[in-house]
């Protein structure tokens, strides 16, 4: 084997949704500010009991029914997160557990909302190296934890939920090498530190340079694969923000691909949003079949992280 694909996607969202019209009550907010900044109408809330792992032993379990298999097919379980509580054991670790795994390498990979695509580079290139054979890679978030809920600039844009992926050895590559790196000078502007350990960020910093700086990374991952914009069949950003995600993938020349926007009715999941988007747009039929499609990220550190993929 001289590559690795995915095999199948699953999804999960706590069924509380928290609108717009509900912030009004909560904080100085409303409906028409809300969308004109960042395009969310609604989001999910995971209730008090409802942990991380719960949350990403639920989208792998949906992930592995996709895919035909069971957790002890399962050999490397590698979680993206910035909101687990615990330090010990990690997500992975639990959700291998929760899953049947038998034997699995299981690790946690913290780089915030890029979480997914570095996960999904690790996965891939642990499979080309005969490292593993099957991956679960997974993205969830539980950021509810960890906003300010009196503060109107952040707690408008969070959500939580999760998305995985089944990752299997291939004949034939369908994951591009990852395009991946970071701006260190940036490392504060999207954060949750202690003693607060709330969610806060530059809003403005980081827009001017996700909108200026990125479209000409995706096209290096473009590159990369050997795909041309107008060749894709989707396009999966990080969903922050409808601001960004509309400009960038017009700005790369994305004409004929399907642009998640899922942001609009889950908010900001950090890790979770590419997982959880592109499960969705796949299960409504929305992207064909072996099409591929772009997922790029950026997130705390000032990470990014980006590869095309052959659609399942």
Same mark, same amino acid.
């Given at each position: ?45 995971? &209730? ?23 957790? &002890? ?170 601001? +960004? ?6 700005? +790369? ?5 399907? +642009? &998640? ?25 929305? +992207? ?25």
């Amino acid at each position: 084997m001289v590559g690795s694909r995915v095999l199948s996607f699953g999804h999960y969202q706590p069924s509380k949704v928290l609108t717009n019209a509900d912030l009004e009550h909560m904080v100085d907010t409303d409906d028409e500010w809300i969308q004109s900044r960042v395009g969310i109408r609604t989001r999910h809330v995971a &209730a008090a009991d409802e942990s991380v792992s719960d949350l990403a032993t639920k989208a792998a379990e949906h992930a592995l029914a996709n895919a035909g298999l069971t957790g &002890a097919d399962i050999d490397f379980v590698i979680v993206a997160t910035c909101t687990a509580l615990d330090r010990s054991p990690n997500m992975a670790a639990r959700v291998a557990a929760a899953v049947g795994a038998q034997a699995p390498a299981a690790i946690d990979v913290n780089t915030a909302c890029s979480g997914f695509p570095h996960a999904m580079a690790l996965a891939d290139q642990s499979i080309r190296t005969g490292s593993a054979t099957k991956a679960l890679v997974i993205g969830v978030e539980k950021l509810t934890d960890f906003v300010d809920w009196t503060d109107r600039t952040t707690c408008v844009l969070v959500g939580d939920g999760a998305g995985a992926a089944v990752v299997v050895a291939s004949e034939e590559p369908e994951i591009s090498p990852v395009v991946w790196g970071s701006v260190p000078e940036m490392g504060r502007a999207v954060r949750i530190e202690a003693p607060s350990n709330t969610f806060a960020q530059e809003g403005q910093s980081v827009y001017r340079w996700a909108t200026t700086a990125l479209p000409e990374v995706a096209l290096q991952v473009c590159e990369r694969a050997g795909v041309k914009p107008e060749e894709l069949g989707g396009v999966v950003l990080h969903q922050a923000n409808l601001r +960004i995600i509309e400009p960038l993938a017009r700005k +790369i020349g994305a004409v004929n691909a399907v +642009i &998640a926007k899922d942001v609009v009715e889950s908010g900001n999941t950090s890790a979770a949003s590419i997982p959880l988007a592109l499960s969705k747009l796949i299960e409504r039929g929305e +992207i064909r079949k072996g099409s591929p499609v772009l997922l790029f990220a950026f997130g705390g550190g000032l990470s990014y992280a980006g590869q095309i993929i052959n659609c399942p």
